[in-house]
C-alpha cells in the first residue's frame, strides 16, 4: 500500500503546485463589470433606449487543469426588466494573458502585461483573429489602486473584429466591452464601461452616470418628442437652441467611446467632428434632468 499513498501524495504535491504557479489576479470571486447597452433604436424617430450588461465573477471552477473565474453576465433592459437571456463565461489569467474557455479549448482575449497580443474571436464562432500593437503603457490610479493601462490599437485598420476601445486595463479589461464586436453587427452589443468594483475597489468612470442608470425616456434629433432645450443636427454641426441654463454635453460614439466633455450655456453650434460612424451619441444633464440624443454625422470630409 506504501507506494500507492507515494504515487497519490506525488500526484497532489503536482497539482497543487502547477495550480498555484497559475496567477488569476483577473475576476476575483466577486469582481463586478457593468457596460452600457442599447436595447432598442427607432430609426425613423431617431430614439434609443439603454439598459446595462452587468458581469459578476460568481465563483471558482477546473477546466483542463486550468483554475478558471466563472463569470455570470445578465442583461438589465431599459424599462428595468431582465433581458431575455443570460449566461456564463469561464476565464483564467497567466501572467497577464486572460484566456476564455470556447468549447474544447481556451482563447486569448488580451495581454495586460503591456505587450503586443493577438486578440481570438469568441462572439460570434469564426476563429478569426486581430493582432493588437502597444502604443503605450502608464500606471494610473482608480480608486486609488495603481493599475497599468495600456493604449493599443489594432494592427489592420480594416480588421472586421475589433475592441471598441484601445484602453485595456489591468485587472478590468477594455474598457469598451470584455470582447470584440464585429463592425457589421447592428444588433448593438453591449458597449462603454461604467462602473468597476471588487473586494478592493469600486471605480466609476463616469461620475454622472451611476452603474445601474437606465434610460427610457429619450429624445430625437428631429424635434419627433418635444423638450427644452431644442437640439438638433444637419450632419456637420449640432445645434443648441432654447438653453435656459447651463448643461453638461458627452460625445459618444457608438461603440460608447466618449469624443469629448463640454459645457453649453447658451444658444449655439458646435462643428461635428469627423468619427467614421454614421450616428453619434449626445448626452446632456444638468443636476435635475438628462436627455440623450441621436446625432448624424457626416463621415467624410
Same mark, same amino acid.
Given at each position: 500500500? /506504501?507506494?500507492?499513498?507515494?504515487?497519490? &501524495?506525488?500526484?497532489?504535491?503536482?497539482?497543487?503546485?502547477?495550480?498555484?504557479?497559475?496567477?488569476?489576479?483577473? %475576476?476575483?470571486?466577486?469582481?463586478?463589470?457593468? #457596460?452600457?447597452?442599447?436595447?432598442?433604436?427607432?430609426?425613423?424617430?431617431?430614439?434609443?433606449?439603454?439598459?446595462?450588461?452587468?458581469?459578476?465573477?460568481?465563483?471558482?471552477?477546473?477546466? %483542463?487543469?486550468?483554475?478558471?473565474?466563472? &463569470?455570470?453576465?445578465?442583461?438589465?433592459?431599459?424599462?428595468?426588466?431582465?433581458?431575455?437571456?443570460? #449566461?456564463?463565461?469561464?476565464?483564467?489569467?497567466?501572467?497577464?494573458?486572460?484566456?476564455?474557455?470556447?468549447?474544447?479549448?481556451?482563447?486569448?482575449?488580451?495581454?495586460? +502585461?503591456?505587450?503586443?497580443?493577438?486578440?481570438?474571436?469568441?462572439?460570434?464562432?469564426?476563429?478569426?483573429?486581430?493582432?493588437?500593437?502597444?502604443?503605450? *503603457?502608464?500606471? &494610473?490610479?482608480?480608486?486609488?489602486?495603481?493599475?497599468?493601462?495600456?493604449?493599443?490599437?489594432?494592427?489592420?485598420?480594416?480588421?472586421?473584429?475589433?475592441?471598441?476601445?484601445?484602453?485595456?486595463?489591468?485587472?478590468?479589461?477594455?474598457?469598451?466591452?470584455?470582447?470584440?464586436?464585429?463592425?457589421?453587427?447592428? +444588433?448593438?452589443?453591449?458597449?462603454?464601461?461604467?462602473?468597476? +468594483?471588487? +473586494?478592493?475597489?469600486?471605480?466609476?468612470?463616469? %461620475?454622472?452616470?451611476?452603474?445601474?442608470?437606465?434610460?427610457?425616456? *429619450? %429624445?430625437?434629433?428631429?424635434?419627433?418628442?418635444?423638450? /427644452?432645450?431644442?437640439?438638433?443636427?444637419?450632419? /456637420?454641426?449640432?445645434?443648441?437652441?432654447?438653453?435656459?441654463?447651463?448643461?453638461?454635453?458627452?460625445? #459618444?460614439?457608438?461603440?460608447?467611446?466618449?469624443?469629448?466633455?463640454?459645457?453649453?450655456?447658451?444658444?449655439?453650434?458646435?462643428?461635428?467632428?469627423?468619427?467614421?460612424?454614421?450616428?453619434?451619441?449626445?448626452?446632456?444633464?444638468?443636476?435635475?434632468?438628462?436627455?440623450? #440624443? &441621436?446625432?448624424?454625422?457626416?463621415?467624410?470630409?
Amino acid at each position: 500500500m /506504501k507506494p500507492i499513498y507515494t504515487t497519490c &501524495l506525488f500526484f497532489c504535491l503536482f497539482v497543487t503546485f502547477h495550480l498555484a504557479a497559475q496567477t488569476n489576479d483577473f %475576476a476575483p470571486v466577486g469582481a463586478t463589470w457593468w #457596460f452600457s447597452d442599447i436595447d432598442g433604436i427607432n430609426y425613423e424617430d431617431t430614439l434609443y433606449t439603454e439598459g446595462y450588461n452587468q458581469i459578476t465573477s460568481v465563483g471558482d471552477t477546473i477546466i %483542463a487543469g486550468k483554475v478558471c473565474r466563472t &463569470l455570470y453576465f445578465s442583461f438589465i433592459l431599459s424599462d428595468g426588466s431582465p433581458g431575455p437571456y443570460s #449566461f456564463y463565461h469561464y476565464m483564467y489569467e497567466d501572467s497577464g494573458k486572460i484566456f476564455t474557455w470556447q468549447t474544447d479549448s481556451f482563447a486569448l482575449i488580451y495581454d495586460l +502585461s503591456g505587450v503586443d497580443f493577438t486578440a481570438q474571436d469568441i462572439t460570434y464562432g469564426t476563429h478569426f483573429s486581430t493582432d493588437y500593437v502597444v502604443d503605450s *503603457v502608464h500606471t &494610473l490610479l482608480y480608486d486609488g489602486v495603481p493599475l497599468r493601462t495600456i493604449y493599443a490599437h489594432a494592427d489592420d485598420p480594416e480588421a472586421s473584429l475589433f475592441y471598441q476601445s484601445g484602453i485595456f486595463i489591468e485587472r478590468i479589461g477594455n474598457t469598451g466591452y470584455m470582447f470584440m464586436y464585429n463592425g457589421g453587427d447592428d +444588433s448593438f452589443p453591449p458597449s462603454g464601461i461604467r462602473c468597476y +468594483s471588487d +473586494s478592493t475597489m469600486y471605480y466609476m468612470f463616469n %461620475a454622472e452616470t451611476p452603474c445601474d442608470t437606465l434610460i427610457h425616456v *429619450v %429624445a430625437g434629433v428631429d424635434g419627433a418628442t418635444s423638450i /427644452k432645450p431644442d437640439v438638433y443636427s444637419d450632419g /456637420k454641426y449640432i445645434y443648441f437652441s432654447n438653453v435656459q441654463k447651463p448643461y453638461a454635453v458627452n460625445l #459618444f460614439s457608438m461603440y460608447g467611446q466618449k469624443i469629448f466633455a463640454r459645457t453649453v450655456h447658451s444658444d449655439t453650434r458646435w462643428q461635428l467632428p469627423v468619427t467614421g460612424n454614421a450616428m453619434v451619441i449626445l448626452e446632456m444633464q444638468d443636476h435635475g434632468s438628462r436627455f440623450v #440624443f &441621436l446625432i448624424p454625422v457626416v463621415t467624410t470630409e
